[in-house]
C-alpha cells in the first residue's frame, strides 16, 4: 500500500481508539500506543526513507498535521474524561444534607457535681468564696494542728489512708479524713481578714463499704472567722442553707456534740424529709435527720491558724454530699453514686 494511504489508515484507527478509550488508564495505553516512542504515529515518520525525495516534505508534513490534531484530540478527550471521573466520584461520595441527622448521645453532670453545684450556689449568696484544699494532706493539717494530737481517741473516728512515706520526710502524708484541714489552710493563707469560705472536697476512709457509708465521699466544710461571730451566726447559717437545699418550712433542731476542734461542738438536725417527724425507716424513727456537725472553732485551732482568741472568733460545719443528695432525690444506697451504671445516673 501507498505509504500516504497507510499514514491516512494509521490516523483514523488512532481517532477510533481515542474515541473509545473511557478512563484514564485506557487513555494513557492509547498515547503510549498512538503518540509515544513506539506509538504507530510516530513509527509513520521513519518510513519517510522510503519514499522519492520529492514526496518527502508532503509526506512530513501530513505527519506532523496529524500528531497536532491527535494531541489536541487527545487533550480534549483528557479533559472530557477527568471532569466525567469527578462527576462520578462526587455523586458517589454525594452528602444529601436534607436528611435528619445522626444524634449524638450527650452526657450530664453526675448527681454529685449536681449537688455540689447546688451548695455552692446557695453559700455564694449568703456571701460564702469556694476555697480549694489539696486531698493529699499532711498529717499535722489532717489531725494535730485541729486538736487531735496523735494518741487522742478522736483519732479513731477518721480511719486513715497513709501515703508511702517519702524518704526521710518528718511529716506523714495521708489522704485528707474530712474537709477540716482546709480550715487552717484558709485561716493560715488569709490571716489577718476575716474569713467567709465553703471548702468542698474529696474525703477517704478506711472503712466498710454499706448502704449508708463509701470510702470515698463528698464533705462540704464550712468556715467564718471575724470579730463577733456567735454561735447564733453559725446556727442561722444553717437553717437557711437547710431551707434552701430541701425546702422551706423544716424544723430544725440542735444537739450538743463533740468534736476536737470546735467547742462548744453541736449537731443540727432537720425533720425526717420523707416522714415529716412521724418516725420512719430513713430516720430510724427518730423523727430527725443529722444535717451537719459545727461548733465554734475552738481557740487552740484559731490559734493555730494565727488568729488570737481574745480578738477573733469564728464557726465551722461541715456535711456529707452524697448523702444529702440521697435524702432529696430518694437515692436508697449510696453505693449507686459511684457503681457507673448509667441506668442509675441518667435519672438525674
Ligand atoms: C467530720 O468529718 C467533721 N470534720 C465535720 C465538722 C466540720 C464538724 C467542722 C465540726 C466542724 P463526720 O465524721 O461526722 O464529721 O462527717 C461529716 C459528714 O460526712 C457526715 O455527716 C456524712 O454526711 C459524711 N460522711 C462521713 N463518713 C461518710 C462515709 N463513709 N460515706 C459517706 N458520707 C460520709
Given at each position: 500500500?501507498?505509504?500516504?494511504?497507510?499514514?491516512?489508515?494509521?490516523?483514523?484507527?488512532?481517532?477510533?481508539?481515542?474515541?473509545?478509550?473511557?478512563?484514564?488508564?485506557?487513555?494513557?495505553?492509547?498515547?503510549?500506543?498512538?503518540?509515544?516512542?513506539?506509538?504507530?504515529?510516530?513509527?509513520?515518520?521513519?518510513?519517510?526513507?522510503?519514499?522519492?525525495?520529492?514526496?518527502?516534505?508532503?509526506?512530513?508534513?501530513?505527519?506532523?498535521?496529524?500528531?497536532?490534531?491527535?494531541?489536541?484530540?487527545?487533550?480534549?478527550?483528557?479533559?472530557?474524561?477527568?471532569?466525567?471521573?469527578?462527576?462520578?466520584?462526587?455523586?458517589?461520595?454525594?452528602?444529601?444534607?436534607?436528611?435528619?441527622?445522626?444524634?449524638?448521645?450527650?452526657?450530664?453532670?453526675?448527681?454529685?457535681?449536681?449537688?455540689?453545684?447546688?451548695?455552692?450556689?446557695?453559700?455564694?449568696?449568703?456571701?460564702?468564696?469556694?476555697?480549694?484544699?489539696?486531698?493529699?494532706?499532711?498529717?499535722?493539717?489532717?489531725?494535730?494542728?485541729?486538736?487531735?494530737?496523735?494518741?487522742?481517741?478522736?483519732?479513731?473516728?477518721?480511719?486513715?489512708?497513709?501515703?508511702?512515706?517519702?524518704?526521710?520526710?518528718?511529716?506523714?502524708?495521708?489522704?485528707?479524713?474530712?474537709?477540716?484541714?482546709?480550715?487552717?489552710?484558709?485561716?493560715?493563707?488569709?490571716?489577718?481578714?476575716?474569713?467567709?469560705?465553703?471548702?468542698?472536697?474529696?474525703?477517704?476512709?478506711?472503712?466498710?463499704?454499706?448502704?449508708?457509708?463509701?470510702?470515698?465521699?463528698?464533705?462540704v466544710e464550712g468556715l467564718a472567722v471575724g470579730k463577733r461571730i456567735t454561735m447564733t451566726d453559725l446556727i442561722g447559717t444553717l437553717t437557711q442553707f437547710a431551707a434552701m437545699f430541701y425546702g422551706p418550712g423544716h424544723k430544725m433542731?440542735?444537739?450538743?456534740?463533740?468534736?476536737?476542734?470546735?467547742?462548744?461542738?453541736?449537731?443540727?438536725?432537720?425533720?425526717?424529709?420523707?416522714?415529716?417527724?412521724?418516725?420512719?425507716?430513713?430516720?430510724?424513727?427518730?423523727?430527725?435527720?443529722?444535717?451537719?456537725?459545727?461548733?465554734?472553732?475552738?481557740?487552740?485551732?484559731?490559734?493555730?491558724?494565727?488568729?488570737?482568741?481574745?480578738?477573733?472568733?469564728?464557726?465551722?460545719?461541715?456535711?456529707?454530699?452524697?448523702?444529702?443528695?440521697?435524702?432529696?432525690?430518694?437515692?436508697?444506697?449510696?453505693?449507686?453514686?459511684?457503681?457507673?451504671?448509667?441506668?442509675?445516673?441518667?435519672?438525674?
Amino acid at each position: 500500500m501507498n505509504l500516504f494511504a497507510t499514514l491516512e489508515q494509521a490516523y483514523q484507527t488512532a481517532q477510533a481508539a481515542l474515541e473509545a478509550a473511557g478512563d484514564t488508564s485506557a487513555l494513557e495505553a492509547w498515547y503510549a500506543d498512538t503518540l509515544g516512542r513506539k506509538g504507530a504515529i510516530t513509527l509513520q515518520v521513519r518510513s519517510v526513507g522510503q519514499l522519492p525525495a520529492e514526496e518527502r516534505p508532503a509526506f512530513g508534513k501530513r505527519v506532523n498535521e496529524i500528531k497536532q490534531a491527535l494531541e489536541a484530540a487527545y487533550a480534549a478527550r483528557a479533559e472530557a474524561i477527568k471532569q466525567a471521573e469527578l462527576t462520578r466520584e462526587l455523586e458517589a461520595g454525594a452528602v444529601d444534607v436534607t436528611l435528619p441527622g445522626r444524634p449524638v448521645p450527650l452526657g450530664h453532670l453526675h448527681l454529685t457535681t449536681q449537688t455540689l453545684r447546688q451548695i455552692y450556689t446557695i453559700f455564694a449568696r449568703m456571701g460564702f468564696e469556694v476555697y480549694d484544699a489539696p486531698d493529699v494532706e499532711l498529717e499535722s493539717y489532717n489531725f494535730d494542728l485541729l486538736n487531735i494530737p496523735e494518741y487522742h481517741p478522736a483519732r479513731d473516728m477518721w480511719d486513715t489512708f497513709w501515703m508511702q512515706q517519702i524518704h526521710n520526710s518528718p511529716t506523714r502524708l495521708l489522704l485528707r479524713t474530712h474537709t477540716s484541714p482546709g480550715q487552717m489552710r484558709a485561716m493560715r493563707e488569709r490571716y489577718p481578714e476575716p474569713i467567709r469560705v465553703i471548702l468542698p472536697g474529696k474525703c477517704y476512709r478506711y472503712e466498710q463499704i454499706t448502704a449508708r457509708s463509701e470510702h470515698q465521699f463528698y464533705q462540704v466544710e464550712g468556715l467564718a472567722v471575724g470579730k463577733r461571730i456567735t454561735m447564733t451566726d453559725l446556727i442561722g447559717t444553717l437553717t437557711q442553707f437547710a431551707a434552701m437545699f430541701y425546702g422551706p418550712g423544716h424544723k430544725m433542731r440542735v444537739r450538743s456534740s463533740y468534736f476536737p476542734f470546735t467547742e462548744p461542738s453541736i449537731e443540727m438536725d432537720m425533720d425526717c424529709i420523707l416522714c415529716g417527724g412521724k418516725g420512719c425507716r430513713v430516720c430510724k424513727y427518730t423523727g430527725w435527720l443529722e444535717i451537719a456537725g459545727a461548733g465554734m472553732v475552738h481557740p487552740v485551732v484559731l490559734k493555730n491558724g494565727g488568729y488570737d482568741p481574745d480578738e477573733w472568733s469564728g464557726f465551722a460545719f461541715g456535711f456529707g454530699v452524697e448523702r444529702p443528695a440521697m435524702l432529696k432525690y430518694n437515692v436508697s444506697d449510696i453505693r449507686y453514686f459511684y457503681g457507673n451504671d448509667l441506668r442509675f445516673l441518667r435519672q438525674f
